[in-house]
């Protein structure tokens, strides 16, 4: 069962370069999210989705944009890469919005570098 | 300004002994609480959580209380044991719903080690 897997893990970039953090998830869970967690902070949502179709912002979505074409997959896009974004960046699902019946489940992460 | 706060960046503990992680809230609207525990290169897991209607919530060894008035909450884990070393965060959120922008507001983190 592999719940919800992010690729890459690492990566170093340019300043003004862009890149896809690819998010998939197989346990058909309908909400869908973005957080990036800066070093000594808590996680802060980026983007998230409540399903197919369907994206909205959360509270840091300045320099990202999302896409939600099938149920499984989520990816996050940064246009043009910033040392600001420096960061991990951890994408979750959870199968409704209801945390008091299931929580969210979290990747691994991916480690990004802007230099 | 930080809704969820979580004061002490770490704690070293007994193997063996209580562990206690506390967590402070500013928002008066959060009415859901979790603790999720995180291991170095991995994402945060769903350890426990607790609503607003009720002050205590347990789980094996991991017990989290909630004092509403005090707008606190603490993680209890009891006995200690070395996997239990980790970061924990506590997160909360409004009307039982994690989901959308309101999303889940997290703690810092503490970063918890259990000494042999």
């Known amino acids: 069962n592999a719940g919800v897997t992010q690729t890459p893990k690492f990566r170093i970039l340019k300043i003004g370069q862009s890149m896809t953090l690819q998010c998939t998830q197989d346990m058909n869970h309908n909400y869908m999210y973005w957080y990036r967690q800066d070093p000594g902070m808590g996680l802060k949502l980026i983007y998230y989705?409540?399903?197919?179709?369907?994206?909205d912002k959360g509270e840091v979505p300045n320099g990202y944009n999302v896409s939600r074409s099938t149920t499984e997959d989520f990816p996050l896009r940064l246009e043009l890469a910033a040392p600001s974004q420096t960061s991990v960046y951890f994408c979750?699902?959870?199968?409704?919005?209801?945390?008091?019946?299931?929580?969210?489940?979290f990747g691994d992460g991916t480690r990004l570098s802007i230099l | 300004d930080q809704q969820v706060k979580q004061n002490s960046p770490s704690l070293s503990v007994q193997e063996g002994r209580i562990s206690i992680l506390n967590c402070d809230y500013t928002n008066s609207m959060f009415d859901y609480f979790l603790w999720y525990k995180k291991y170095p290169a991995e994402g945060p897991t769903f350890l426990i959580s607790i609503s607003s209607i009720k002050d205590k919530n347990e789980d094996g060894r991991f017990t989290v209380f909630l004092n509403k008035s005090a707008k606190h909450l603490s993680l209890h884990i009891v006995p200690s044991q070395p996997g239990d070393s980790a970061v924990y965060f506590c997160a909360a959120c409004q009307g039982k719903t994690g989901g959308g922008a309101d999303g889940l507001t997290f703690g810092k983190g503490t970063h918890l080690i259990i000494q042999p």
């Open positions: 979750a699902s959870s199968y409704s919005g209801q945390v008091s019946n299931q929580p969210q489940h």
């Open positions: 989705s409540v399903g197919a179709g369907i994206t």
